[in-house]
């Protein structure tokens, strides 16, 4: 069956400029993960959503970033007035809810963000 | 915070070599341990799994046992190959359920090179 689906797969933009990034979650899964892999810092965790609660945005790394989930489905990252420092590669994980215990995440193959 | 330590590479072995990559943890609650590979050009993916104290996850010949006692979570492996070449995470969760969100904390990655 289908995986987790981003897009684009690769994004070039000028600093200053505003981008979205896009994740199509494992059809059924109603939890949806955000995650940056960059060079200094690695794989963290950016934000979370499941089903229709609030989001929890603990690691959004300032108010720049934000995302929202529509009709529990389709996400949209999206980074405002873009920093050279946002490159990085966006990673989007689906599980089944994680609200019944341990679900294993599967990962989308990322959008490779590169801020001129 | 939670958070999880994992050795520094890259480690280069030869092929049928043994294999050890160190990861420790330190968390708050009784978390999920795992480890996750990513290949060369592609994805993340889910190498093994414990959700346990002494519970040994193994997968591909991989194998790591949760040590609560040492807070550590090994990953071993007794003849590797060329196509174990990767990039290595260890990571951590919360075990999901109410207010827990499952994101996972990951290690710095430790890159594997296996000469023929």
């Known amino acids: 069956g289908a995986g987790v689906s981003q897009s684009p797969s690769n994004k070039v933009t000028e600093k200053g400029k505003d981008v979205e990034l896009r994740c199509d979650p494992i059809?059924?899964?109603?939890?949806l993960y955000w995650y940056r892999q960059s060079l200094g810092q690695g794989l963290e965790f950016l934000i979370y959503f499941q089903g229709n609660s609030a989001p929890d945005k603990s690691g959004l790394p300032s108010d720049r970033f934000s995302a929202e989930r529509t009709g529990g489905s389709v996400s949209t990252l999206t980074i405002q007035r873009t920093q050279q420092e946002d490159s990085a590669v966006y990673l989007c994980?689906?599980?089944?809810?994680?609200?019944?215990?341990?679900?294993?995440?599967?990962f989308g193959d990322g959008t490779r963000l590169s801020i001129l | 915070g939670d958070s999880v330590t994992q050795m520094e590479g890259p480690v280069t072995l030869s092929e049928e070599a043994f294999l050890t990559i160190n990861c420790t943890y330190t968390?708050?609650?009784?978390?999920?341990l795992f480890w996750y590979v990513q290949y060369p050009g592609e994805g993340l993916q889910l190498l093994l799994k414990a959700t346990k104290a002494d519970d040994k996850g193994s997968n591909k010949g991989f194998e790591a046992t949760y040590r609560k006692e040492t807070t550590s979570f090994h990953l071993e492996k007794g003849s590797v190959q060329v196509s174990d070449s990767a990039v290595y995470f260890c990571a951590l969760s919360d075990r999901g359920g109410s207010g827990n969100t499952g994101k996972l904390i990951f290690g710095q990655g430790t890159t594997l090179q296996v000469k023929p």
């Open positions: 994980a689906s599980s089944l809810a994680s609200g019944t215990g341990y679900q294993p995440q599967h």
């Open positions: 059809s059924g899964h109603t939890a």
């Open positions: 968390a708050t609650g009784y978390p999920s």
